[in-house]
């Protein structure tokens, strides 16, 4: 705590909590765009908090991306002791195979000794095969299980880093730029306001069901992520629980 407060550690923590009005904000020293091993520091703090936030049965939907793979890697048989169970939060989103939800689900599921469902649904999909592939019952009742979810763990990308990473026709990159997105989570991107500019249509988790949620924590670090961050949470459920870092904090900071 000492060392902590020395640091200024705890007063970003208040400072940014209050800014943003969010139920919680954890800051890891160091920044994850400078030292790779910052990442595991965040996945350290994601699960010290998830462990207190845990009830008897969980279901625990989870969004892809290497700082969730990286919270994966620090989860360990002792969280099994719950009932757990881990639901890819929405389709693959075009995301590389190790970063993708369904992998990540796997690997959490695997440290846990619990249980975990793949999805397997196209990452973009037209409003068409929307509808007929959400009558299909497999992806039907995983649906069910993601909608019902107690905790929610999920990263919060650069957009315009995001859109590039993922398969992003032309015209939708074309669209993420002129309307000046920032930051993206969920497949949602948005503007420096906090709003919506574009989304990606996908089967799974929607913004809007993150009210039903008991927990949710957003694990997003490196100073390159700060107004992503900021973007984001201005539409974020005010009961969600940030996890962040030094570099990235302080880039947050300045902007209030
Ligand atoms: O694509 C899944 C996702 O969680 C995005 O919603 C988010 O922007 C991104 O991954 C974060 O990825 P990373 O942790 O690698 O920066």
């Known amino acids: 705590r000492v060392m902590r407060d ?5 007063t970003l923590e208040s400072r940014l ?3 943003m009005g969010i139920a919680r904000v954890v800051v ?10 910052v990442k595991n520091e965040l996945g350290n703090a994601c699960a010290t908090s998830m462990k207190h936030r845990l009830s008897s ?36 989103l075009g995301e590389d195979v190790n970063n993708q939800a369904n992998t990540v689900c796997a690997i959490m599921a695997d440290k846990t000794n619990s249980r975990h469902r793949v999805f397997y649904v196209p990452d973009q ?8 592939f959400i009558k299909e019952p497999l992806i039907y009742e995983v ?16 957009a315009i880093t995001m859109a590039e990473r993922r398969s992003t026709s032309p015209e939708d990159m074309e669209k993420i730029i002129r309307r000046n997105a ?16 574009h989304k990606v249509l996908t ?15 957003a694990v997003a670090g490196g100073a390159s992520k700060a107004k992503a961050i900021r973007a984001y949470m201005k539409q974020a459920p005010r009961s969600t629980i940030l996890i962040t870092d030094e570099g990235a904090a302080k880039n947050l900071v300045q902007g209030f």
């Open 28 to 37: 890891v020293p160091g920044d994850s765009d400078v030292s790779p091993w």
């Open 6 to 10: 020395l640091t200024g550690i705890s």
């Open 125 to 132: 999909v037209s409003s068409e095969i929307y509808e007929s």
């Open 203 to 217: 089967i799974g988790l929607q913004l809007d069901d993150l009210t039903e949620v008991d927990t949710i924590i």
């Open 57 to 92: 049965d969980n279901i625990i939907a989870v969004t892809g991306g290497t700082t969730m793979a990286a919270v994966a890697e620090t989860l360990t048989p002792e969280f099994g002791e719950k009932n757990l169970l881990f639901v890819p939060a929405r389709g693959g």
């Open 17 to 19: 909590k209050s800014e």
């Open 182 to 197: 920032v930051g993206e989570a969920f497949g949602y991107y948005f503007n420096e306001a906090g709003e919506i500019v």
């Open 143 to 158: 649906l069910g299980l993601i909608k019902s979810a107690s905790m929610v763990l999920h990263g919060i990308g650069d």
